[in-house]
């Protein structure tokens, strides 16, 4: 039998930090009046341009960890 192991890849790790923070992005963005999918093209208050920026430097290590599997 084999044991799977509990501990995550760090890729998987990334990936669901990223999901956390897309719904909270999402829900925050809501909250204030704005739509989501506008999020490039708006003044962000400083908390969103963080989480916008957060998002993306995630977004940045996923894909680089992506091309260095394949």
């Known amino acids: 039998m084999v044991l799977m ?4 890849l760090p ?3 990334l990936r669901e930090k990223l999901h956390d923070l897309d719904l909270r992005f999402d829900r ?3 909250a204030r ?7 490039e093209n708006v003044a962000l208050p400083s908390r969103l ?3 916008y920026a957060e998002r993306q430097r995630i977004k940045a290590e996923i894909e680089a960890l992506e091309r260095k599997e394949s």
């Open 5 to 8: 192991s509990s501990t995550k």
């Open 28 to 30: 925050e963005m809501r």
């Open 33 to 39: 009046g704005f739509d989501p999918a506008q999020a």
């Open 49 to 51: 341009a963080a989480l």
């Open 11 to 13: 890729i998987d790790e």
